[in-house]
């Protein structure tokens, strides 16, 4: 365990207790001048500092949308690729392929489709979703994120649910039908209830790197137009290595990561309260 606990002390808890004693300086990351200054970092982005507010507001209705459709989405093509279909594994492969690529690389090749790729199919089709200047509004810019991180993450979680839906023991289905058990009931009442692991991991994973989304936001929007798909990462990223801000942004990194930390600590508790210990 030594090589692995040294790099994670190197690049996880060194970082960590660096930045929270930042948080509590003037530093803006190049001078080796460090005054410290308290609480005053953390004073200011509640009460001084609107876009923040505004960037944390943009993630928690981007993380409930992206969320909820990447689970549903992975969930039912789980499902359906669970049955004996032919060539599943190949749609397997296709489905978790997105995931593969990088995020970075993932909003080039999207903000090429938007723009280029949807005009070209507009004008050919005068169909008015590809009409739309996608990454121009800050409507059209959030639900451009939306639509490429439900298509990235939609792979993921499916294989996830795969594993899940596999383990569970044949005898309960072929029982529920025996007995004249309905679809929907199977689900609500067997399925649902032995998955529930699956489901804890899944939201978890979702809700973690919905929150944190930085690279495809980056990539993608750039935070506008007018800083209106700036997510909490790419403002942290901003104050600290655009604006020079270095105790503030480390201010908000702490900020955030004690949130984030509280609602994915809320959502473990509440789904591992529902799950069925076989």
Aim: aromatic share 18%.
């Amino acid at each position: 365990m030594g090589p692995a606990l040294l790099v994670y002390i190197g690049i996880i808890l060194i970082p960590f207790f660096l930045s929270f004693y930042y948080s509590l300086t003037d530093w803006n990351g190049i001078s080796r001048q460090i005054n410290f200054v308290g609480f005053e970092n953390f004073i200011r982005i509640f009460t001084n500092d609107p876009q923040f507010s505004t960037s944390f507001w943009f993630s928690t209705k981007l993380s409930i949308i992206v969320v909820v459709l990447t689970n549903i989405l992975g969930f039912t093509f789980a499902y359906l690729l669970v049955q004996p279909l032919k060539l599943r594994n190949l749609w397997r492969t296709i489905f978790f392929l997105p995931n593969v690529l990088g995020g970075l690389i993932l909003g080039f090749i999207w903000q090429f489709v938007f723009r280029q790729g949807f005009a070209a199919i507009g004008e050919l089709t005068n169909i008015p979703f590809f009409q739309l200047y996608w990454l121009s509004t800050p409507n059209t810019a959030f639900w451009g994120i939306v639509i490429v991180s439900v298509w990235q993450g939609v792979g993921y979680v499916m294989i996830i649910y795969i594993a899940g839906l596999i383990n569970i023991p044949k005898d309960y289905i072929e029982a529920a039908r025996v007995d004249g058990a309905s679809g929907m009931y199977m689900l609500k009442r067997i399925i649902f209830p032995l998955i529930m692991p699956a489901i804890t991991v899944c939201l978890f994973w979702s809700i973690n790197m919905t929150y944190k989304i930085f690279d495809l936001n980056y990539s993608l929007t750039g935070g506008g137009p007018y800083k209106s798909s700036e997510s909490v990462a790419l403002n942290i990223y901003f104050e600290a290595y655009q604006n020079f801000n270095y105790g503030i942004g480390s201010a908000k990194a702490i900020v955030f990561l004690l949130i984030v930390a509280i609602i994915t600590g809320i959502q473990v508790y509440m789904t591992k309260k529902k799950e069925v210990r076989m």
